[in-house]
């Protein structure tokens, strides 16, 4: 607002154009300049928060309407009650803390490499000529390109991501460092020189000054980036010991399943008592969106298959939200479809090609023990006046249905060693099912592998002997799991999992064979016979794995000359953190 002043003297004269003078009225910035600042101070902070919050809502939204996949977007209102519930499980302060750890010792590496080479470099030209066209140019190198070399060089561990860290920030301070010291006034140097200033005097009073400030914006940019790499890296190669499954999940209580759904898998005592929970548990909990698994197994008619065909038969995968197809393919031919992930499951044993054959499977359930009245097992032809215990099977033959690769060779392992023979001292023959016993009573093969029930077609005569079988109470077979229900959507691979123990605890909890209705249904699913199935005692379905089963299995494909080389330890080949979260249990491994 403007106003004409009068010259003195001449107050009633009106003033001419020329000798006006404007004068501006002070505003509320000059008046009251602290509440206009903290006003304004204020509408930035509002606007900050503003804005994340908008973005926050609308992911809200997104995931409440179904536009995002709640499986790798979950809704941001979930979010703080799964940190809290893997806080107090103990789950998130160990992988915090090892995050750290990466990020921090990488970080210092790449920090003082970097500034000491840029320190170099900016002070010597020679220096800088030899290498500054090599580091330009692996500049420009996408640093996540780097993890196969490093996790060749530093193995599987935490070198990986310590060394991608270290090599990006590396850059960061090297380059800033370098221009920073490129960039000191020669006049500086020159002066440092002419009063005598040695190497350490020069770098404390001339060089350290100058590029402080160049080297902490670099090591500021360099922080934020390191974060991103780390976690980058983690999700391409995490060196975590756990399965890939657990790491980032939430176990919490099951109904119908307490301290009764979980035992030591180091507990390897015969009369142990399966895990179990109530009947009807653990209950679905179907998945949000429909999926179809494919699981082979090698055959549909073996009782060990009976669990999955009445899962199917009674709903209890499409209770899940699963559409599960069995397909019969041999375990050789599986293999490599599950690790393709072609397959999504294998009903098998852990055999020879899955321990040492480098495959990214996981053994995550068992399948039966035994009953301790079975005699499925080694069965030997007994000579005039011999007894069992004094069988010697050193150079004897053996007819077997399966090859030298299977999981038996771990119980022939322990009988071989009670009859003084080892594995590579008997000549072992594959047969066909309806010759392994006519080998036997023929006369043809010294001993045999007779499973249920053609075992029962020589037990009671005294020229045979049981010399023994698979041990009690320890599962050798399963479900093994591929990449796409380990990694890709380890929720079905529970969801399966808790279909599969539900009808286990439901209809397979004790003598299911003393209910006649029951079996009919079994026979009629596994196209046998009924009264062959009640020849044989049942199965005790027990789907947890035994602590120490794979190196024993090792140990005997070794001891056969099936496999060579170092063993393999068992949390590169077994899973039990899917059964254990169905049922409820944090693991204490």
């Known amino acids: 607002m403007t106003a004409a002043l009068p010259r003195p003297g001449h107050e009633d004269d009106r003033p001419a154009a020329a000798d006006r003078l404007l004068v501006r009225r002070p505003g509320p910035r000059e008046l009251r300049p602290g509440r206009t600042h903290r006003r304004r101070r204020t509408l930035e902070i509002s606007l900050a928060a503003a804005v994340p919050l908008?973005?926050?809502?609308?992911?809200?939204?997104?995931?409440?309407?179904?536009?995002?996949?709640?499986?790798?977007?979950?809704?941001?209102?979930?979010?703080?009650?799964?940190?809290?519930?893997?806080?107090?499980?103990?789950?998130?302060?160990?992988?915090?803390?090892?995050?750290?750890?990466?990020?921090?010792?990488?970080?210092?590496?790449?920090?003082?490499?970097?500034?000491?080479?840029?320190?170099?470099?900016?002070?010597?030209?020679?220096?800088?000529?030899?290498?500054?066209?090599?580091?330009?140019?692996?500049?420009?190198?996408?640093?996540?390109?780097?993890?196969?070399?490093?996790?060749?060089?530093?193995?599987?561990?935490?070198?990986?991501?310590?060394?991608?860290?270290?090599t990006t920030v590396f850059f960061f301070v090297w380059i800033s460092t370098m221009a920073a010291v490129l960039a000191i006034p020669s006049g500086h140097r020159d002066a440092g020189q002419v009063f005598g200033a040695g190497p350490w005097q020069m770098f404390r009073h001339v060089l350290l000054p100058a590029s402080l400030p160049a080297v902490l914006v670099g090591a500021r940019i360099a922080a934020g980036v390191a974060v991103l790499v780390i976690v980058a890296s983690e999700q391409i190669a995490a060196p975590d010991d756990r399965p890939t499954a657990a790491r980032p999940r939430t176990i919490k209580p099951v109904a119908g399943c307490g301290p009764a759904a979980w035992t030591d898998p180091a507990d390897l005592a015969p009369d142990r008592a399966p895990a179990r929970c109530a009947k009807g548990a653990p209950a679905p909990r179907p998945l949000a969106k429909r999926r179809t698994l494919t699981v082979a197994t090698g055959t549909l008619s073996a009782e060990y298959?009976?669990?999955?065909?009445?899962?199917?038969?009674?709903?209890?995968?499409?209770?899940?939200?699963?559409?599960?197809r069995l397909k019969?393919?041999?375990?050789?031919?599986?293999?490599?479809?599950?690790?393709?992930?072609?397959?999504?499951?294998?009903?098998?044993?852990p055999e020879a090609a899955v321990v040492n054959g480098g495959f990214d499977l996981r053994w995550v359930a068992g399948n039966f023990s035994p009953a301790p009245k079975s005699r499925s097992g080694l069965w030997v032809r007994l000579k005039n006046g011999e007894r069992a215990s004094s069988v010697s099977l050193e150079g004897t033959k053996l007819g077997t249905m399966i090859g030298k690769g299977s999981v038996i060779m771990y119980p022939m392992a322990r009988t071989f060693a009670g009859h003084g023979a080892r594995l590579d001292s008997i000549a072992?023959?594959?047969?066909?099912?309806?010759?392994?016993?006519?080998?036997?009573?023929?006369?043809?093969?010294?001993?045999?592998?007779?499973?249920?029930?053609?075992?029962?077609?020589?037990?009671?005569?005294?020229?045979?002997?049981?010399?023994?079988?698979?041990?009690?109470?320890?599962?050798?077979?399963?479900?093994?799991?591929?990449?796409?229900?380990?990694?890709?959507?380890?929720?079905?691979?529970?969801?399966?999992?808790?279909?599969?123990?539900?009808?286990?605890?439901?209809?397979?909890?004790?003598?299911?064979?003393?209910?006649?209705?029951?079996?009919?249904?079994?026979?009629?699913?596994?196209?046998?016979?009924?009264?062959?199935?009640?020849?044989?005692?049942?199965?005790?379905?027990?789907?947890?794995?035994?602590?120490?089963?794979?190196?024993?299995?090792?140990?005997?494909?070794?001891?056969?000359?099936?496999?060579?080389?170092?063993?393999?330890?068992?949390?590169?080949?077994?899973?039990?953190?899917?059964?254990?979260?169905?049922?409820?249990?944090?693991?204490?491994?």
């Not at 298959?305 to 599960?324: I, M, N, Q, T, Y």
């Not at 397979?508 to 249904?521: C, I, L, N, S, T």
């Open 54 to 166: 908008l973005l926050v809502l609308l992911w809200q939204l997104a995931a409440d309407r179904s536009w995002l996949d709640a499986r790798i977007y979950p809704a941001p209102s979930t979010i703080p009650a799964d940190g809290w519930d893997r806080a107090l499980a103990g789950e998130l302060w160990p992988d915090l803390g090892a995050t750290l750890r990466r990020v921090l010792a990488g970080y210092a590496a790449g920090t003082v490499t970097g500034y000491l080479l840029g320190l170099l470099m900016g002070s010597l030209s020679l220096v800088r000529a030899a290498l500054e066209p090599l580091l330009d140019a692996l500049y420009v190198v996408p640093k996540l390109a780097l993890l196969p070399v490093f996790l060749n060089m530093f193995g599987l561990g935490e070198g990986p991501q310590i060394a991608l860290v270290a």
């Open 305 to 324: 298959v009976a669990p999955l065909r009445l899962a199917l038969s009674r709903g209890e995968f499409k209770k899940e939200g699963l559409d599960v």
């Open 328 to 349: 019969v393919l041999p375990t050789p031919e599986a293999l490599p479809l599950l690790a393709k992930g072609e397959l999504d499951a294998l009903w098998a044993a």
């Open 428 to 589: 072992f023959q594959q047969l066909g099912s309806a010759d392994v016993l006519t080998a036997l009573t023929g006369g043809g093969m010294d001993s045999a592998w007779l499973i249920d029930p053609v075992w029962r077609r020589v037990d009671g005569d005294g020229k045979y002997a049981f010399l023994g079988g698979q041990p009690h109470g320890e599962p050798l077979g399963g479900a093994l799991y591929g990449p796409t229900l380990l990694q890709r959507d380890p929720d079905a691979g529970v969801a399966f999992l808790r279909a599969y123990l539900r009808t286990v605890n439901t209809y397979f909890a004790g003598d299911y064979k003393a209910d006649r209705a029951f079996v009919a249904e079994l026979a009629k699913l596994l196209d046998v016979d009924a009264k062959i199935l009640t020849s044989v005692p049942p199965l005790r379905m027990d789907w947890e794995i035994r602590k120490g089963t794979t190196d024993r299995l090792q140990k005997a494909y070794r001891d056969a000359g099936v496999t060579t080389g170092a063993p393999l330890p068992e949390n590169r080949l077994v899973d039990r953190s899917l059964y254990a979260e169905a049922v409820g249990h944090r693991l204490r491994e």
